[in-house]
Nanobody
Framework: QVQLVESGGGLVQPRGSLRLSCAAS????????MSWYRQTPGKERELVAR????????NYADSVKGRFTISRDNAKNTVYMQMNSLKPEDTAVYYC????????????????WGQGTQVTVSS
């Protein structure tokens, strides 16, 4: 059974840092691109950062470039996101996403989601 379990969210002051983790199980982690999305009430879920299956390429939303870093450890089946210089507008529920496997046509790839972790940036 597929599981994505996020952790590391919480309350932090502006300009502070947090590190999110997402532990994966139930599928071949190294065959899947991994992403972090976030969502606030009344808004669509937005892509924050993505990392390819081997970790060779990353991309970020413009709003977080230079502040957030996504990484993965395929030996531990875990993806991370280091969030620095946090702003109040980063407040959201952050979701881990897995998409793959990489060797099949994108339209047939599967999407798995975690349950989300709340990040609140406030003084």
């Amino acid at each position: 059974q597929v599981q994505l379990v996020e952790s590391g969210g919480g309350l932090v002051q502006p300009r502070g840092s947090l590190r999110l983790s997402c532990a994966a199980s139930g599928f071949t982690f190294s065959n899947y691109d991994m992403s972090w999305y976030r969502q606030t009430p009344g808004k669509e879920r937005e892509l924050v950062a993505r990392i390819t299956s081997a970790g060779s390429s990353t991309n970020y939303a413009d709003s977080v470039k230079g502040r957030f870093t996504i990484s993965r450890d395929n030996a531990k089946n875990t993806v991370y996101m280091q969030m620095n210089s946090l702003k109040p507008e980063d407040t959201a529920v952050y979701y881990c996403n897995a998409r793959g496997p990489r060797f099949i046509t994108p339209m047939y790839q599967r999407d798995y989601w975690g349950q989300g972790t709340q990040v609140t940036v406030s003084s």
